[in-house]
């Protein structure tokens, strides 16, 4: 029976990240994945995504130039091939890069799956014959066990995923081609993205969200302005409706909506896309066996938030095995990543603070938020200030000419800022302010004794500041 200071199982953003700040630390560590190293980020979802929309990015860019500025360019055509290659290329690049990282700090990658045998014991069950005897290992964790195993796309009843004409977030970026219609079902930032992506690319697209806002977590006013900048670009966004059935033709599928005023919507698309949220992967790990369990959603809740450990002394959970005030994010499963290795090693380690964590969409207008929303603040019991200030204020957002806001939510009276949240081009580069700005409580005041540099779209969020903390210059 091998050991180790530290057991990871799973090879994702929350896994890796563990595993690689446990073995700087000097802790011994087997990290066991099934499948390849990155997840779901690296291979089906961050990276490939956003690869994609950059290039979508660029065919706007072709009309914005035709378009407003003179340029007289044509689209020819997108040469799919090239496209998918330049974007296999990057997550190769990428996937070569942290196996790489892994392999030098030390840590062992067993390809297997894995399942609890107790609270420090795992068996391996191997997939690849070269990694363990027999095809079979058993693994004790001195320390303790990570589960990092992180989730898969959600589906709805009736639909069933065949990978062409209906598709999930995993395999839509896999699918054969461009379609020329996308019925995409779920508002949320996955859904989002892949309507504004097809709409780039020349489909025609509608977009389903059953709550009464897209983006409904977000702030009102960033759904407001996402939805605006959406129905601009020629997406049929329709929320308030619910899914009723769909059926898959020779040529795509034809679905059926009931919208928000009680009619029934038929609705054909070459394409329909489910993205109505992710769910938890524990099958095949037998918690059962280590004492632990599922809660009803399917989630492994931590007894201990401040470590992220289990009922289970030694056990602790990252990624997207985590409910709710976890995010499902990356970059939320690195700082878990961090804390839980720190923790490990005996460490201290501050807890990780959702409520600073940012939240990015990266479509077209993209949106940025970090804290709490309006509604929610006061829901909270805060007495809030909100300031407003559009892009177009501004002189950089001018010459974008795309719209969009910065928003501030802050206890009245001068009180901390509880919340920011921008919509527009490119604000997923500048929301690392504003993060700061949250994380640190600080208050309109200190962000506005500092200089923006003009003429900048970040020039927006400094001018919010100066109006709230009663300097404003630009803003009436």
Same mark, same amino acid.
């Given at each position: 029976m091998d050991t180790a200071d530290v057991i990871v199982i799973g090879g994702g953003t929350g896994g890796y990240s563990t595993a690689l700040r446990a073995a700087a630390l000097g802790l011994e560590v087997v990290l066991v /994945? !099934?499948?390849? *190293?990155? @997840?779901?980020? %690296?291979? !089906? @979802?961050? *990276?490939?995504?956003?690869?994609?929309?950059h290039a979508a990015e660029l065919v706007d860019g072709i009309a914005e130039a035709r378009e407003r500025w003179g340029v007289k360019a044509t689209l020819d055509t997108v040469d799919w091939p090239a496209l998918v290659a330049t974007r296999d290329d990057i997550v190769t690049r990428n996937h070569r890069g942290v196996e790489a990282h892994l392999a030098h700090a030390g840590v062992r990658v067993v390809r297997a799956s894995a399942r609890l045998t107790g609270p420090r014991t795992v068996r391996v069950e191997d997939v690849r014959a070269d990694q363990v005897d027999d095809g079979v290992h058993a693994l004790t964790a001195r320390r303790g066990i990570v589960l990092a195993t992180g989730s898969r796309p959600r589906t709805l009843p009736g639909?069933?995923?065949? @990978? $062409?004409?209906? +598709?999930t977030s995993d395999d839509a970026l896999f699918a054969p081609g461009l379609p020329e219609s996308v019925l995409v079902l779920g508002g949320?930032? *996955?859904g989002v993205e892949y309507a504004s992506f097809h709409r780039s690319m020349g489909a025609e697209v509608t977009l389903v969200e059953a709550a009464d806002r897209i983006v409904p977590l977000e702030d009102a006013d960033v759904s407001r302005h996402l939805t605006r900048g959406l129905k601009k670009r020629g997406v /049929?966004? $329709?929320?308030?409706? !619910?899914?009723?059935d769909a059926e898959v033709l020779d040529d795509g599928v034809r679905a059926r909506v009931r919208t928000a005023r009680g009619e029934t919507l038929e609705v054909e698309a070459e394409r329909l896309l489910v993205?109505?949220?992710r769910a938890p992967v524990t099958e095949g %790990?037998? %918690?059962?066996a280590a004492g632990l369990s599922t809660d009803a959603r399917g989630f492994v809740v931590p007894a201990d938030w401040a470590r992220l450990e289990t009922a289970v002394p030694g056990i602790h959970v990252v990624g997207d095995l985590l409910p709710p005030p976890s995010l499902g994010l990356a970059h939320a499963s690195f700082a878990e990543g961090l804390l839980v290795a720190e923790t490990l090693a005996g460490l201290p380690s501050a807890p990780v603070d959702y409520a600073a964590v940012p939240r990015v969409t990266y479509s077209s207008p993209q949106t940025a938020s970090v804290g709490l929303g309006e509604a929610e603040a006061r829901a909270r019991g805060h007495e809030v200030a909100v300031n407003v200030m559009p892009l177009t204020a501004v002189a950089k957002g001018m010459v974008h000419g !795309? =719209?969009?806001?910065?928003?501030? +939510?802050?206890?009245?009276? =001068?009180? $901390?800022?509880?919340? +920011?949240? %921008?919509?527009g081009p490119q604000v997923s580069?500048?929301?690392?302010?504003?993060?700061l700005i949250v994380g640190w409580d600080a208050e309109p005041a200190d962000v506005a004794r500092h200089v923006h540099p003009h003429p900048t779209l970040s020039e927006a969020v400094g001018e919010a500041f100066l109006t709230l903390a009663g300097r404003g210059l630009h803003q009436q």
């Amino acid at each position: 029976m091998d050991t180790a200071d530290v057991i990871v199982i799973g090879g994702g953003t929350g896994g890796y990240s563990t595993a690689l700040r446990a073995a700087a630390l000097g802790l011994e560590v087997v990290l066991v /994945e !099934r499948d390849k *190293i990155g @997840g779901t980020c %690296l291979h !089906r @979802g961050c *990276i490939p995504s956003k690869a994609m929309l950059h290039a979508a990015e660029l065919v706007d860019g072709i009309a914005e130039a035709r378009e407003r500025w003179g340029v007289k360019a044509t689209l020819d055509t997108v040469d799919w091939p090239a496209l998918v290659a330049t974007r296999d290329d990057i997550v190769t690049r990428n996937h070569r890069g942290v196996e790489a990282h892994l392999a030098h700090a030390g840590v062992r990658v067993v390809r297997a799956s894995a399942r609890l045998t107790g609270p420090r014991t795992v068996r391996v069950e191997d997939v690849r014959a070269d990694q363990v005897d027999d095809g079979v290992h058993a693994l004790t964790a001195r320390r303790g066990i990570v589960l990092a195993t992180g989730s898969r796309p959600r589906t709805l009843p009736g639909l069933v995923p065949d @990978g $062409r004409r209906v +598709v999930t977030s995993d395999d839509a970026l896999f699918a054969p081609g461009l379609p020329e219609s996308v019925l995409v079902l779920g508002g949320g930032a *996955i859904g989002v993205e892949y309507a504004s992506f097809h709409r780039s690319m020349g489909a025609e697209v509608t977009l389903v969200e059953a709550a009464d806002r897209i983006v409904p977590l977000e702030d009102a006013d960033v759904s407001r302005h996402l939805t605006r900048g959406l129905k601009k670009r020629g997406v /049929e966004v $329709r929320a308030g409706a !619910r899914f009723l059935d769909a059926e898959v033709l020779d040529d795509g599928v034809r679905a059926r909506v009931r919208t928000a005023r009680g009619e029934t919507l038929e609705v054909e698309a070459e394409r329909l896309l489910v993205a109505v949220g992710r769910a938890p992967v524990t099958e095949g %790990l037998d %918690l059962g066996a280590a004492g632990l369990s599922t809660d009803a959603r399917g989630f492994v809740v931590p007894a201990d938030w401040a470590r992220l450990e289990t009922a289970v002394p030694g056990i602790h959970v990252v990624g997207d095995l985590l409910p709710p005030p976890s995010l499902g994010l990356a970059h939320a499963s690195f700082a878990e990543g961090l804390l839980v290795a720190e923790t490990l090693a005996g460490l201290p380690s501050a807890p990780v603070d959702y409520a600073a964590v940012p939240r990015v969409t990266y479509s077209s207008p993209q949106t940025a938020s970090v804290g709490l929303g309006e509604a929610e603040a006061r829901a909270r019991g805060h007495e809030v200030a909100v300031n407003v200030m559009p892009l177009t204020a501004v002189a950089k957002g001018m010459v974008h000419g !795309r =719209g969009g806001m910065v928003k501030v +939510v802050a206890e009245a009276g =001068g009180g $901390r800022v509880l919340g +920011v949240h %921008l919509v527009g081009p490119q604000v997923s580069e500048m929301v690392a302010e504003s993060q700061l700005i949250v994380g640190w409580d600080a208050e309109p005041a200190d962000v506005a004794r500092h200089v923006h540099p003009h003429p900048t779209l970040s020039e927006a969020v400094g001018e919010a500041f100066l109006t709230l903390a009663g300097r404003g210059l630009h803003q009436q």
